[in-house]
């Protein structure tokens, strides 16, 4: 551990990094509303907010339940001189889970439903027992972890465009209404820009670490009589060889 405004140049403990044009920071801790923008190009480096884990969790939740809506009910219909189908998006990937389609079909699934459920259930595991002074769950760390690499492969909004497009194409040839799990997309679309509105990965990972959870011994913190009682206890507990790096 090493206490707020001091760093140490060899291990980069209690120094963050730009993660755009990579100018170094002395890391302090922030309180809730505060925001610390990088010093060159202003990108935001850390932005925690009152109540942001209880809106993730509540936002992820949200994502899940729309997820079940628009896998499962009716995507679109489309109908010509009286002949009409409709299915949903479960229907459409049972009808091509035979044959040399069958890849396609999981990866379209895996991209636009189970990675971005996935995510939402990570989230909703390392976020759900930290609301406020609470201890992180077991691996929080590694699901965390985790969850920021799936973050660029969660594509449903993608999928939204990509069928908004080929449905203005098909218009022209049948009648095509849009189903629920249509609009369920559109809502998950939402959802998902406000849950990363909300994430200050930044936050998450301090707090993380603030509180015990994937601890490398370079998390800073206040320097409080009660810290420096603590970080005392930890030093004569005698668990050094688990922070490398802090001797
Ligand atoms: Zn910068």
Partial sequence: MIEAGNYDIRTGA???ACPRCDAL?????LTPG?????????TVLARPREGAFTQIVALSVTSMVLMVAAVFFPFLEISRMGFGNATSLFGVAMAFSDGWLMPLTVAVLGFI?????????????????MRGQGLPARHAGAAFRLSEI???????????IGTSVALVKVAGLA???????????????????ASDAFTCSTSIWDTLEDRGASTDGREVVPDAPAAAANRAAVEGGGDAAARPGSA
Avoid: D, Q
């Fill in 14 to 16: 209690g120094l963050i």
């Fill in 25 to 29: 920071h002395v890391e302090t801790e």
């Fill in 34 to 42: 505060e925001t610390a923008r990088c010093v060159r190009c202003h």
């Fill in 113 to 129: 439903v189970a990675l971005p459920a996935l995510r939402a259930a990570l989230l909703v595991y390392v976020l759900l027992p």
């Fill in 150 to 160: 799936l973050r660029p492969w969660s594509m449903a909004e993608i999928f939204v």
């Fill in 175 to 193: 009648n095509v209404s849009l189903g629920p799990a249509f609009w369920a997309f559109c809502a998950l679309i939402v959802v998902g820009a």
